[in-house]
């Protein structure tokens, strides 16, 4: 029996930055550190392999950005006779719909029933359904990360210390459906560390936690740690945490040289109303300038199609954003995930449709012409699709500009924080984004431009 891990990509040909900022899938590595050695094992990334399925059963991890995908590739093995089993959040949370293309779904958290899965798999006995649980950090082991085998990654050094987050920002799918805030064991993530200095010798570490300061005290001993190890980092914090200045300077002392942000909106009703509490009456302009004076790279996440955007009030965003010296701001348009509570508040007000994500775009946006990030799928109160996504793609344009001082600025970051190679990927993505957006933004304009003639006539 080959079992074959997949991970199927949400986007590969635009320029969403999970076609470049190219990464392990991790949680991959876990199920199969887990599985029964009878089982011979192979991993199929999309981000580094030619899609071959070679094996006779395949795991798919599923989010929504991949759905339909993977939805497309699961039929297709299983009318060949392959056995398909389906996890992940978005099977989680959408459990019949992924078991309509599935021999087996596993609902939760894998890791603790894995091995039963596998045993069922040999002995032809799959259930249709496997109800996972959050794992106890007393039963977290070390990844092995040679299951990566010689793919090239971009930031190939990806772990997580924590699981879940303890916010409950509406928007948010991960938070709900990761089980309680857990954290790992500091001698297990140790080990993983030294894994990595020996596999990936000068890569710096990319924590993909949802929120890895959550537990203060965990925090501080993780970053002692890092410090003891001379190990350099990159996470994404809480705007409430990046505006901590204490905590940003010992994170700076222990070896961080960027971090990305969840800002959202600049406007607290905005951040109010998707219940993003942690953001409001915060100073994150100054902040901004103490990372840079800290030696750490700021990347902005800025979402926009929030209840409260409106035509004029992006504009303003997009005026002090500018006055704002982030090393990359990275723009997304609004995502209703199932089962959030902003997807429920919105299906019943008729802002958006009952698994959209499985809709094929329409003439009358551009999902079509966008990566995922930039897509559109529910009705706003002040912006049709085309309209929304041209200012998004406008602000990606104006905010990465490459102008001689935001390139001095953050190579004078990477020189002060000791990373001038993260500066370097600062400003490869930063460019890219700049580039590509201004690319994609006449597409919009001729899209626009055709619209309007046929609504005309
Ligand atoms: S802080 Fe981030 S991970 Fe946590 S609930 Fe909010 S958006 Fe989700």
């Known amino acids: 029996m080959k079992l074959v891990f997949v991970n199927i990509m949400q986007e590969l040909q635009r320029f969403d930055s999970t076609a470049y900022i190219t990464q392990p899938p991790v949680p991959l590595a876990v199920l199969n550190a887990v599985t029964p050695k009878t089982i011979e094992t192979a991993l199929l990334d999309e981000q580094a392999d030619r899609v071959r399925f070679e094996g006779d059963a395949f795991a798919f991890s599923v989010s929504t950005q991949n759905a339909r995908a993977v939805y497309d590739h699961a039929d297709a093995l299983r009318a ?19 078991m309509r293309h599935a021999d087996a779904i596993v609902t939760g958290e894998a890791e603790m029933l894995w091995p039963a899965v596998c045993e069922d798999l040999l002995a032809g006995t799959l259930r249709e359904r496997y109800d996972g649980s959050p794992t106890p950090p007393s039963q977290m082991k070390p990844v092995d990360y040679r299951f990566f085998g010689e793919r090239s990654y971009l930031t190939p050094a990806s772990l997580f210390a924590t699981r879940g987050c303890n916010r409950r920002c509406s928007f948010c799918v991960s938070s709900r459906y990761m089980g309680p805030y857990r954290t790992k064991p500091l001698d297990v993530l140790e080990q993983e560390i030294d894994q990595l200095a020996v596999l ?46 204490a905590l940003m300077e010992e994170m700076a002392a222990s070896g961080c040289l960027g971090v990305a942000v969840g800002v959202e909106s600049l406007d607290d009703d905005n951040c109010a109303s998707v219940s993003k509490f942690q953001n409001l009456r915060q100073p994150f302009a100054d902040a901004v300038r103490h990372a840079n004076a800290s030696g750490i790279q700021t990347g902005a996440l800025i979402m926009v199609g929030l209840p409260h955007d409106t035509p004029e009030r992006l504009e303003r965003t997009l005026h002090y954003l500018k006055q704002i010296p982030c090393s990359v701001f990275d723009i ?24 959209w994500w499985l809709e094929k775009g329409s003439a009358s946006t551009c999902n079509h012409l966008l990566p995922s990030c930039l897509s559109m799928h529910f009705r706003h109160a002040s912006f049709d699709p085309m309209q929304l996504q041209h200012m998004a793609l406008r602000l990606i344009a104006e905010l990465n500009v490459m102008k001689q001082d935001s390139v001095s600025r953050i190579v004078g970051i990477g020189r002060r924080g000791h990373g001038l190679k993260f500066a370097g990927t600062m400003l490869f993505v930063r460019k890219r984004l700049s580039g590509q957006a201004r690319m994609l933004q006449k597409q919009v304009e001729q899209a626009m431009a055709m619209n309007a003639v046929t609504t005309m006539a």
């Open 200 to 245: 990936y010798p000068g890569a710096f570490l990319q924590f993909t936690d949802d929120n890895l300061l959550a537990d203060r005290n965990y925090g501080a001993k993780l970053l002692a740690l890092l410090r003891r190890n001379k190990r350099r980092f990159v996470t994404m914090v809480t705007v409430d945490q990046f505006c901590d200045s």
């Open 332 to 355: 997304r348009i609004l995502r209703i995930y199932p089962s959030t509570a902003l997807y429920r508040e919105m299906l019943s007000s008729g802002d958006v449709t009952e698994e």
């Open 80 to 98: 060949a006779g392959k056995k398909v089993i389906l996890g992940g959040i978005h099977v989680t949370v959408c459990p019949d719909e992924a």
